[in-house]
């Protein structure tokens, strides 16, 4: 008799986890809440689907994670993912930076392939199918949605992802069917975010997108290095690639409570150290150049409004101080709806690294977003979504 597998969630680790069960002979269905599969998937990448990168390791991802990420992809790495879409028919390009996409530059293609390979294996999706309760009892799983309809199952893989972007399907209920098998919760929190912060200069200057350099501060310590890329001041604070890079640390200290002290520091000038930039003042100053001039072609005009004080021949230290780290406060995030991943889920000791079963119900798998594993912006989280959803589904099948 085949085994029958439920998987709770048809995101990128739930369909990878459905093909590689099939392929091994068991009967698969995925019970899904939203009307499609792969909401997700057809969202990243802004619609052209950042699938993987050049580079994969464990480097990329929290810490608590690195043990079990390593070992996945020693198993499933990255020229296993390509031969997997390769083989499925889908072919790809790699940007100059390493980040990889379908050649088609459309997320739609993937999602496309990847439907017609369940649809091969008989791969069966309950959609509209918002799993409530998940209990198993005289040797089985029965799942309940909660329009009161039940499913019964051999075994369950939960792939149900994070808590970000809810609207796209995954609310964190994933959390709550794995905490009611006894299993850990590293508190969730808003991940890749853009930050709250009350600075005038961000409502001064909103709309204003320049490239710089961020570096996050708890309790007035740099806690990462510098990160080049976009900041861009907005109404409500901070936003742009390189403020969203070093969001994590800030959104964990300040969700979990660790702190009320957090800061961002930029470099508004990061094509110039501070002793040049200095000099470049003094050249200014010395051929005559006054006000807002004096940052005339390093920075946006924009910029003189909030610099006005320090526009002044006896003030350009203290200006090329602070425009190489001025700081701002911030007293939150914006929250999980215009987060890009979660940072915390299901602690990754309570399933086994091998089988991705966990270690509180036998039968039980995990894999994905649903896990305490956090990656780097540019592909790691579907890397991880893909690699740990295809070992899941071949260990549960056999
Ligand atoms: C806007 C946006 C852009 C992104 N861009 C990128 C990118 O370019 N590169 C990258 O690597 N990552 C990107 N990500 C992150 C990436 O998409 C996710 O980390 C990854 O898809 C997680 O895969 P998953 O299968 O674990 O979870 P999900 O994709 O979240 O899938 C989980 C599925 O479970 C379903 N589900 C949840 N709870 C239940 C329940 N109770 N009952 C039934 N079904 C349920 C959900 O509806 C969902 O379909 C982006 C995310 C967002 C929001």
């Known amino acids: 008799m085949k085994k029958k597998i439920v998987i709770i969630g048809g995101g990128g680790a739930g369909i990878l986890a459905a093909i590689s069960a099939a392929r091994n002979g068991a009967d698969v269905l995925i019970a899904e809440r939203m009307p499609l599969l792969g909401k997700k998937v057809l969202a990243s990448g802004a619609g052209r689907c950042n699938l993987l990168n050049e580079t994969l390791d464990a480097s990329f991802y929290n810490p608590e994670a690195a043990k079990i990420v390593e070992q996945v992809f020693r198993r499933f790495g990255k020229e296993d993912i390509l031969s997997f879409f390769r083989e499925i028919g889908l072919w790809t390009y790699a940007e100059e930076d390493g980040r990889i996409f379908p050649l088609t530059d459309k997320a739609l293609t993937l999602m496309d392939l990847l439907q017609a390979v369940l649809a091969r294996l008989g791969v069966k999706s309950q959609l509209n199918f918002s799993v409530q309760s998940l209990r198993f009892s005289g040797g089985q799983f029965i799942i309940s949605a909660s329009s ?40 969730p929190v808003p991940a890749t975010v853009p930050l709250i912060s009350q600075d005038v200069w961000c409502r001064v200057l909103e709309g204003q997108k320049i490239r710089g350099r961020a570096c996050p501060l708890l309790d007035s310590k740099k806690v990462m290095p510098w990160i080049e890329g976009d900041i861009l001041f907005t109404k409500y604070g ?3 690639t390189a403020i969203l ?37 003094e050249r200014r100053i010395a051929r005559g150049m006054t006000g807002n001039s004096i940052v005339a072609g390093l920075l946006p005009p924009k910029f003189a409004l909030v610099l006005q004080d320090f526009l002044f021949p006896n003030k350009i230290k203290q200006l090329a101080g602070i425009l190489k780290e001025r700081l701002f406060y ?47 912006r540019g592909c790691y989280q579907l890397a991880w979504a893909w690699a740990s959803g295809y070992l899941t589904g071949l260990s549960a099948a056999h």
């Open 148 to 187: 009161g309809e039940t499913l019964h199952a051999d075994k369950v893989i939960l792939a149900a992802g994070g808590q970000s972007y809810p609207m796209m399907g995954s609310d964190g209920s994933g959390f709550k069917l794995a905490k009611d098998f006894g299993h850990r919760i590293v508190e």
């Open 330 to 376: 911030i007293s939150e995030t914006k929250g999980w709806n215009e987060a890009e991943f979660t940072a915390g889920g299901v602690d990754v000791r309570e399933i086994d690294p091998l089988t991705f079963e966990s270690k509180k119900q036998k039968g039980l798998y995990l894999c994905g977003e649903v896990l305490d594993v956090n990656g780097r």
């Open 238 to 240: 901070l936003s742009g």
């Open 245 to 281: 890079d070093i969001s994590d640390p800030i959104s964990v200290a300040l969700n979990r409570r660790l702190t009320k002290k957090a800061m961002v520091a930029l470099d508004l000038v990061p094509f110039l150290d501070e002793a040049s930039l200095h000099r470049e003042f």
